[in-house]
């Protein structure tokens, strides 16, 4: 949480904590003109997409050790558009604020827009750390095709990353209190009135420093099998991470939480009979030394938490299936648990359906645990990465 920030408008904070910029491109050490009284959006950054920009190595005046996910602004988003039919040019990091969109934006009245998830580590050393964030990039890229939408380059992608990671240096945790979320936002900025692709998009990266995603913390998940409402049909949207998934899931997740669950774990929709995905993460159940998880058939979002860990299991012996789990299942599984960017890797307590709750082995010793400690080590820099995962950027 932020202490002082909260009791002043944002252009008032911004204009008390946040130390003058030293743009690292102008030949003099003349101050860039963001921080002069209003955060004003004309009042930008441009940078070269290959060039790291660099803020002072600071830490923004927030309490670390109480960190959950909620939004808390940081200094620098990052912008760029494009037309339709053309390609992205050179993005500009401008203060964070609102965007100006047509009230006829394809994104507003249609749903056409993507979003990404990542996050930057600090090591003990200072320098930041980008997790598989190509991995992103390419997701985005075929979100952008199924979507029909203009998207950035995988190396636009991650420079644009980079820098926003970099320019907002000070807002990422200590080592061991958290990470530096990264929004990634691809949206159809164009107006239109008829159904149709928009005529711009605009590609933007917002950030956050994070810790915990669920309110339990790190304590044991408490889901429900939701069987009113399905995420995602067949050849539909449901393995793309677009905005239009999201928005449904929150009359079955917000009537969960209400009756005392962490949240909602979806069955398949043609059958009702398999596990699909919990509202913002994947699922996985472990049998002895065998882990299964739904495999990505169409409707089942292709999470980079999920593909590490699936190939992290592996290297520790585990025998892992991906294939159509079904809920049955969960009576025999001995451990259950989530995969996410930002909820990590997280365990499960327990699992109501049909009115039976069945619970699960969480803790030491856990397969869970072994996987949690496994990846979180090698996105902080605590275990040595040898699978090229890790991008260094400062
Ligand atoms: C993520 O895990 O990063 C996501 O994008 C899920 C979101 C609902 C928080």
Redesign the pocket.
């Known amino acids: 949480m932020i202490r002082r920030a909260l009791c002043f408008p944002s252009f008032i904070r911004k204009s008390l904590l946040i130390p003058p910029v030293i743009s690292p491109y102008s030949n003099s050490s003349s101050k860039i003109g963001a921080y002069n009284g209003y955060a004003s959006q004309t009042s930008s950054l441009e940078v070269p997409d290959s060039a790291p920009y660099r803020e002072n190595d600071e830490y923004a005046d927030v309490d670390w050790d109480n960190l959950g996910?909620g939004l808390m602004p940081t200094d620098y988003m990052y912008v760029n558009k494009c037309g339709a039919g053309q390609h992205f040019g050179h993005g500009q990091l401008n203060p964070y604020g609102n965007i100006h969109l047509s009230p006829s934006a394809a994104v507003l009245n249609y749903g056409q827009g993507l979003?990404?998830?990542?996050k930057a580590y600090r090591k003990e050393n200072g320098q930041l750390l980008l997790f598989r964030p190509e991995q992103n990039a390419i997701r985005m890229k075929s979100g952008a095709q199924r979507m029909c939408m203009e998207a950035p380059s995988v190396d636009q992608f991650v420079n644009a990353l980079k820098q926003t990671a970099l320019a907002n240096k000070r807002w990422v945790p200590p080592p061991g209190k958290g990470s530096l979320?990264l929004?990634p936002l691809l949206i159809g900025s164009g107006a239109v009135l008829g159904l149709a692709p928009a005529p711009e998009y605009t590609f933007l990266i917002y950030a956050s420093p994070v810790r915990n995603?669920f309110k339990e913390g790190s304590a044991p998940l408490n889901l429900y099998v939701e069987e009113n409402f399905d995420r995602a049909s067949r050849r539909g949207t449901g393995s793309v991470?677009t905005i239009s998934n999201?928005a449904p899931v929150l009359m079955a997740q917000l009537r969960a939480k209400k009756n005392g669950f962490s949240d909602v774990l979806y069955l398949d929709s043609a059958t009702k009979k398999n596990l699909e995905e919990v509202?913002?993460?994947n699922i996985f159940i472990a049998k002895g030394r065998c882990i299964s998880t739904p495999g990505t058939n169409g409707t089942i979002l292709a999470?980079i938490?999920r593909k590490s860990v699936i190939e992290l299991a592996r290297d520790h012996g585990y025998e892992v299936e991906e294939r159509a789990v079904a809920v049955d299942e969960l009576m025999e599984a001995d451990e259950v648990f989530c995969t996410?960017?930002?909820?990590g890797v997280a365990p499960v307590g327990a699992i109501t359906y049909q009115n039976t709750r069945m619970e699960y082995k969480t803790g030491s010793g856990t397969i869970c645990q072994e996987l949690y400690n496994t990846l979180l080590g090698i996105q902080t820099g605590v275990i040595e990465d040898k699978k090229g995962w890790i991008i260094e950027i400062d």
């Open positions: 996910f979003f990404e998830g990542t979320y929004r995603y991470k999201y509202s913002s993460c999470g938490t996410g960017t930002a909820v």
